[in-house]
């Protein structure tokens, strides 16, 4: 099974937002797919319409979700979602130094978390950068590290849906100007992140 954990250092970049939508995204269109909360605050789940404690949950779209609400637990999750026999499972985790060995890690940070990239260890075989909430444009190619990069603008709309507990990949605005480059941009990430697991899964 394929181990991609969002995560980075910092807190509030929009790591959660951006893994409940891409386990919907992959469930649909690429494999089949799990979510794995290793959050402390269970924030991933209760986007898939899961509000029940600890376990395996069938989430929105039928994706199951395994709740363990810490990283140091992130086995127990993985084991129940390999038991299903499950492609690939999108693990959502807490602010951290240094992810959990994983596939890919899909470092998400924020226009005021680059600074903090120095400081933060992926422990994968790929890395895909994303610079979430951006205001303008940015140029990610100096960091080397990464596979593919993505910069994702801000949009009400995602924010919105996040309070109202929907991932933002089915939130539909069309006049929201912003959000339609949000899509178009999220949707360029989810097919490098589909391009790295189909090759993974040709190995």
């Known amino acids: ?13 929009g790591k959660t937002v951006l893994a409940s939508s891409a386990a919907l995204y992959m469930a649909a269109a690429v ?12 924030a991933a789940a209760r986007l898939m319409a899961v509000d029940a404690g600890e376990g395996l949950h069938a989430g929105r779209e039928e994706v199951p979700v395994a709740v363990v609400r810490s990283p140091d637990r992130l086995d127990e999750g993985l084991r129940a979602l390999e038991g299903m026999g499950l492609d690939a499972a999108v693990i959502d985790l807490p602010p951290m130094a ?7 890690a899909v470092v998400v940070a924020d226009p005021l978390g680059l600074e903090f990239l120095e400081e933060f260890k992926a422990d994968a075989k790929h890395v895909i950068l994303v610079l979430n909430m951006a ?3 940015a140029d990610l190619g100096r960091y080397k590290d990464a596979a593919a990069t993505a910069v994702l603008p801000y949009s009400p709309v995602v924010a919105r849906a996040f309070a109202r507990r929907i991932p933002p990949v089915l939130a539909h605005s069309p006049k929201a100007p912003r959000h339609g480059e949000w899509r178009r941009q999220f949707f360029k990430l989810m097919n ?10 040709r190995r």
């Open 1 to 13: 099974m394929i181990k991609i954990g969002f995560s980075f250092i910092k807190g509030g970049t």
């Open 98 to 104: 240094k992810t959990p060995r994983l596939d890919i």
């Open 31 to 42: 494999a089949s797919t799990g979510l794995v909360d290793a959050s402390p605050v269970p």
């Open 135 to 137: 205001e303008e444009r």
């Open 192 to 201: 490098q992140l589909e391009k790295i697991v189909k090759g993974e899964a």
